[in-house]
């Protein structure tokens, strides 16, 4: 059976989330996704080995929006993300702490530092001896270094500074590695990914592997790529969190969620992530 056939073996349980219907709606697979004319997104690619041919091409969420949504991100004057990148590009160089210290007053220049950065998070943290995401790097350093309270992980301060820091990995490709100490981790984030929960009874991938390309209510199903994280939601007006996002779809099952910066999202980020590797790195992209 073929990837596209699949979808519809799940399509009942999809409804029954309570979305009201589904259509399918298949992708623009031909539009080219540009940023100020100039920097150009690589947004559809083969799919790695270790996907076992779970899926024909691995897609940008890009591709799953409509033309206007699609446009909004082509456009750093009209991306609405951009003024949340702008206040952490501000906090960035902002003294907080006991330390007397900034990010930059370590890192430098935030374009120089933090280039390359997002597009291998999750990644394992060899002195922790665990599975760091971008959000612990960063309170790490608050802690240790700055003398500085934690920041929540999902609110504004972290989410901006995700975005300031994410946007200079704009353009190249997500590369996470998933061997070595990671593989565990990955292989975890795995089997949630497959793992049916909650009182639907459905997994990660009954959506975003079985089903992408369905037009359920107001939106489509994508692929579920993480790259363009964190996110601008038009409906909420403001930037989404990877685990905020992952928290809500595990909760969408039905099931008592993991918490966010919890070891299981973690692990289930790092596998998410792999998935969309050799994408480009869209932080901060759009999405309704």
């Avoid at 100020?36 to 080995?49: F, G, Q, R, S």
Wanted: aromatic fraction near 8%; hydrophobic fraction near 40%; glycine fraction near 10%.
């Amino acid at each position: 059976m073929t990837t596209r056939a699949k979808k519809t073996a799940v399509l009942a349980a999809v409804m029954t989330v309570g979305f009201g219907g589904a259509a399918m709606a298949e992708p623009d697979l031909d539009a080219k996704l540009v940023i100020n004319d100039e920097l150009e997104m690589t947004t559809i690619v083969e799919p790695a080995p270790y996907l076992d041919g779970a899926l024909d091409q691995v897609i940008s969420g890009w591709h799953f929006r409509d033309a206007a949504t699609r446009a909004m991100e082509m456009d750093d004057f009209e991306n609405p993300a951009m003024n949340f990148v702008e206040d952490g590009l501000a906090a960035w160089d902002a003294v907080d702490g006991t330390e007397g210290k900034s990010c930059a007053s370590c890192h430098g220049a935030i374009e120089e530092g933090m280039r390359g950065v997002r597009a291998v998070m999750p990644k394992y943290n060899e002195e922790a001896g665990d599975l760091w995401s971008l959000e612990e790097y960063i309170n790490d350093c608050r802690v240790n270094r700055m003398g500085a309270e934690a920041w929540n992980w999902d609110k504004t301060p972290m989410k901006v500074m995700t975005a300031a820091i994410g946007v200079q990995s704009r353009g190249m490709p997500v590369n996470v590695a998933i061997d070595g100490p990671a593989r565990p981790y990955w292989e975890q984030g795995k089997e949630m990914f497959y793992a049916r929960t909650g009182l639907l009874q459905m997994s990660c991938a009954s959506c975003h592997e079985e089903n992408y390309g369905n037009y359920i209510r107001a939106d489509h199903l994508s692929q579920g790529h993480l790259n363009g994280f964190p996110t601008l939601r038009l409906k909420k007006g403001s930037l989404v969190s990877t685990h905020n996002r992952l928290f809500g779809c595990v909760r969408d099952t039905r099931a008592e969620s993991y918490p966010k910066g919890s070891a299981e999202l973690k692990a289930l980020e790092l596998y998410v992530a792999s998935r969309g590797n050799g994408l480009s790195v869209e932080t901060p992209a759009v999405r309704p």
